[in-house]
């Protein structure tokens, strides 16, 4: 009777046992899904508690992934933070695609982790920005900062699919409603300034500012500075009061060093132009020689200058056409 009694003691403690560890048993996954919702893009911001909770405390295999991007919305830098929300699109695309699909939504949770959470930051030894690690660092020639190329690391580490990306809509359906209407109210009057020629377009001096400012446009790479968002300059690591104009490093410009280069090319551009259309009306043959040795002198020195810039921000010498004499270390 007594082994009876004890047997039936040992089952139900036992059942008591286990209900225990059921109950404490922490729903990672439930947690972070509910972290998820509440976040807009979809992007759990991470801390030092919440690192060692879903990462480090958690034994291996884990039943999620998480693909983590280190930011740091301290540093100004736009191209940073651009990629920060191509980051946010992926993050978002693949919670709307996959919205009915529980078993592939819960399996891989987009978090990030900002350089003020020191303690985390720094456990997985980052050393610069951007960075988006899986389980083990990347390269940072893996992605190129688009939400594509995010999207199909992500699927290629994952093997999950992450979908067609979301971009919300470059103008909303007020703002293309008033263009269409301003358009339409000042279409009339477009057009009979067309048919009188008095538009800005029949007046040559624009036309050739225009030129000028196309040709400053295309040599001071204003446009790789807009589609990738540079910065103009950066705040020096080391001094938060000193400015960053030249960042040396061909891996990274500047937007102060793409308009200076480009001044210089202008610069030439313009004297070349004086000299092969107005300098040679000039019937003084004694001022056309001195400012054609201004000209060339300053045409120097500006391409020289260009081509210093080179060698310091990319390492490579290029002074082959300078005489020997003229070359520098």
């Known amino acids: 009777m007594a082994d009876h009694t004890n047997l039936s003691h040992r089952f139900f403690l036992s059942i008591a046992l286990l209900s225990t560890v059921a109950v404490t048993e922490p729903d990672l996954t439930g947690e972070l899904v509910s972290l998820r919702s509440s976040s807009e893009s979809g992007v759990i911001r991470l801390n030092d508690e919440s690192v060692s909770r879903f990462i480090t405390s958690v034994s291996i295999p884990r039943p999620y992934s998480l693909i983590i991007f280190f930011n740091s919305i301290n540093l100004n830098s736009e191209p940073l933070q651009e990629f920060r929300r191509e980051f946010g699109f992926v993050s978002a695309s693949f919670t709307s695609n996959n919205n009915n699909r529980s078993d592939v939504t819960d399996k891989l949770f987009f978090c990030e982790i900002d350089s003020t959470d020191s303690e985390a930051f720094h456990r997985f030894g980052i050393r610069s920005l951007p960075q988006i690690c899986l389980k083990a660092m990347m390269e940072e020639d893996d992605v190129d900062g688009t939400a594509e190329s995010v999207a199909e690391f992500v699927e290629s580490r994952t093997h999950l699919t992450v979908g067609p990306i979301h971009r919300p809509p470059l103008l909303s359906k007020t703002q293309i409603s008033v263009i269409a209407t301003l358009i339409a109210i000042s279409a009339p009057f477009l057009i009979k300034k067309v048919l009188k020629g008095e538009t800005v377009l029949h007046n040559s001096r624009v036309w050739l500012y225009g030129a000028v400012f196309v ?21 020096d690591r080391e001094d938060s009061n000193k400015l960053v104009f030249f960042y040396e490093g061909s891996q990274y410009q500047l937007g102060a060093e793409g308009f200076s280069v480009g001044f210089l090319y202008n610069a030439v551009g313009l004297l070349l132009a004086y000299v092969t259309n107005a300098l040679v009306r000039v019937r003084n043959v004694n001022e056309q020689r001195v400012v054609m040795m201004l000209v060339m002198v300053v045409s120097l020195l500006a391409v020289k200058r260009v081509v210093y810039l080179d060698n310091w921000k990319t390492g490579y ?13």
């Open 215 to 235: 040709y400053f446009f295309s040599v001071s790479g204003t446009m790789h500075n807009i589609i990738k968002s540079v910065p103009l300059f950066l705040t």
């Open 317 to 329: 010498q290029i002074q082959m056409y300078w005489p020997s004499s003229w070359q520098w270390h």
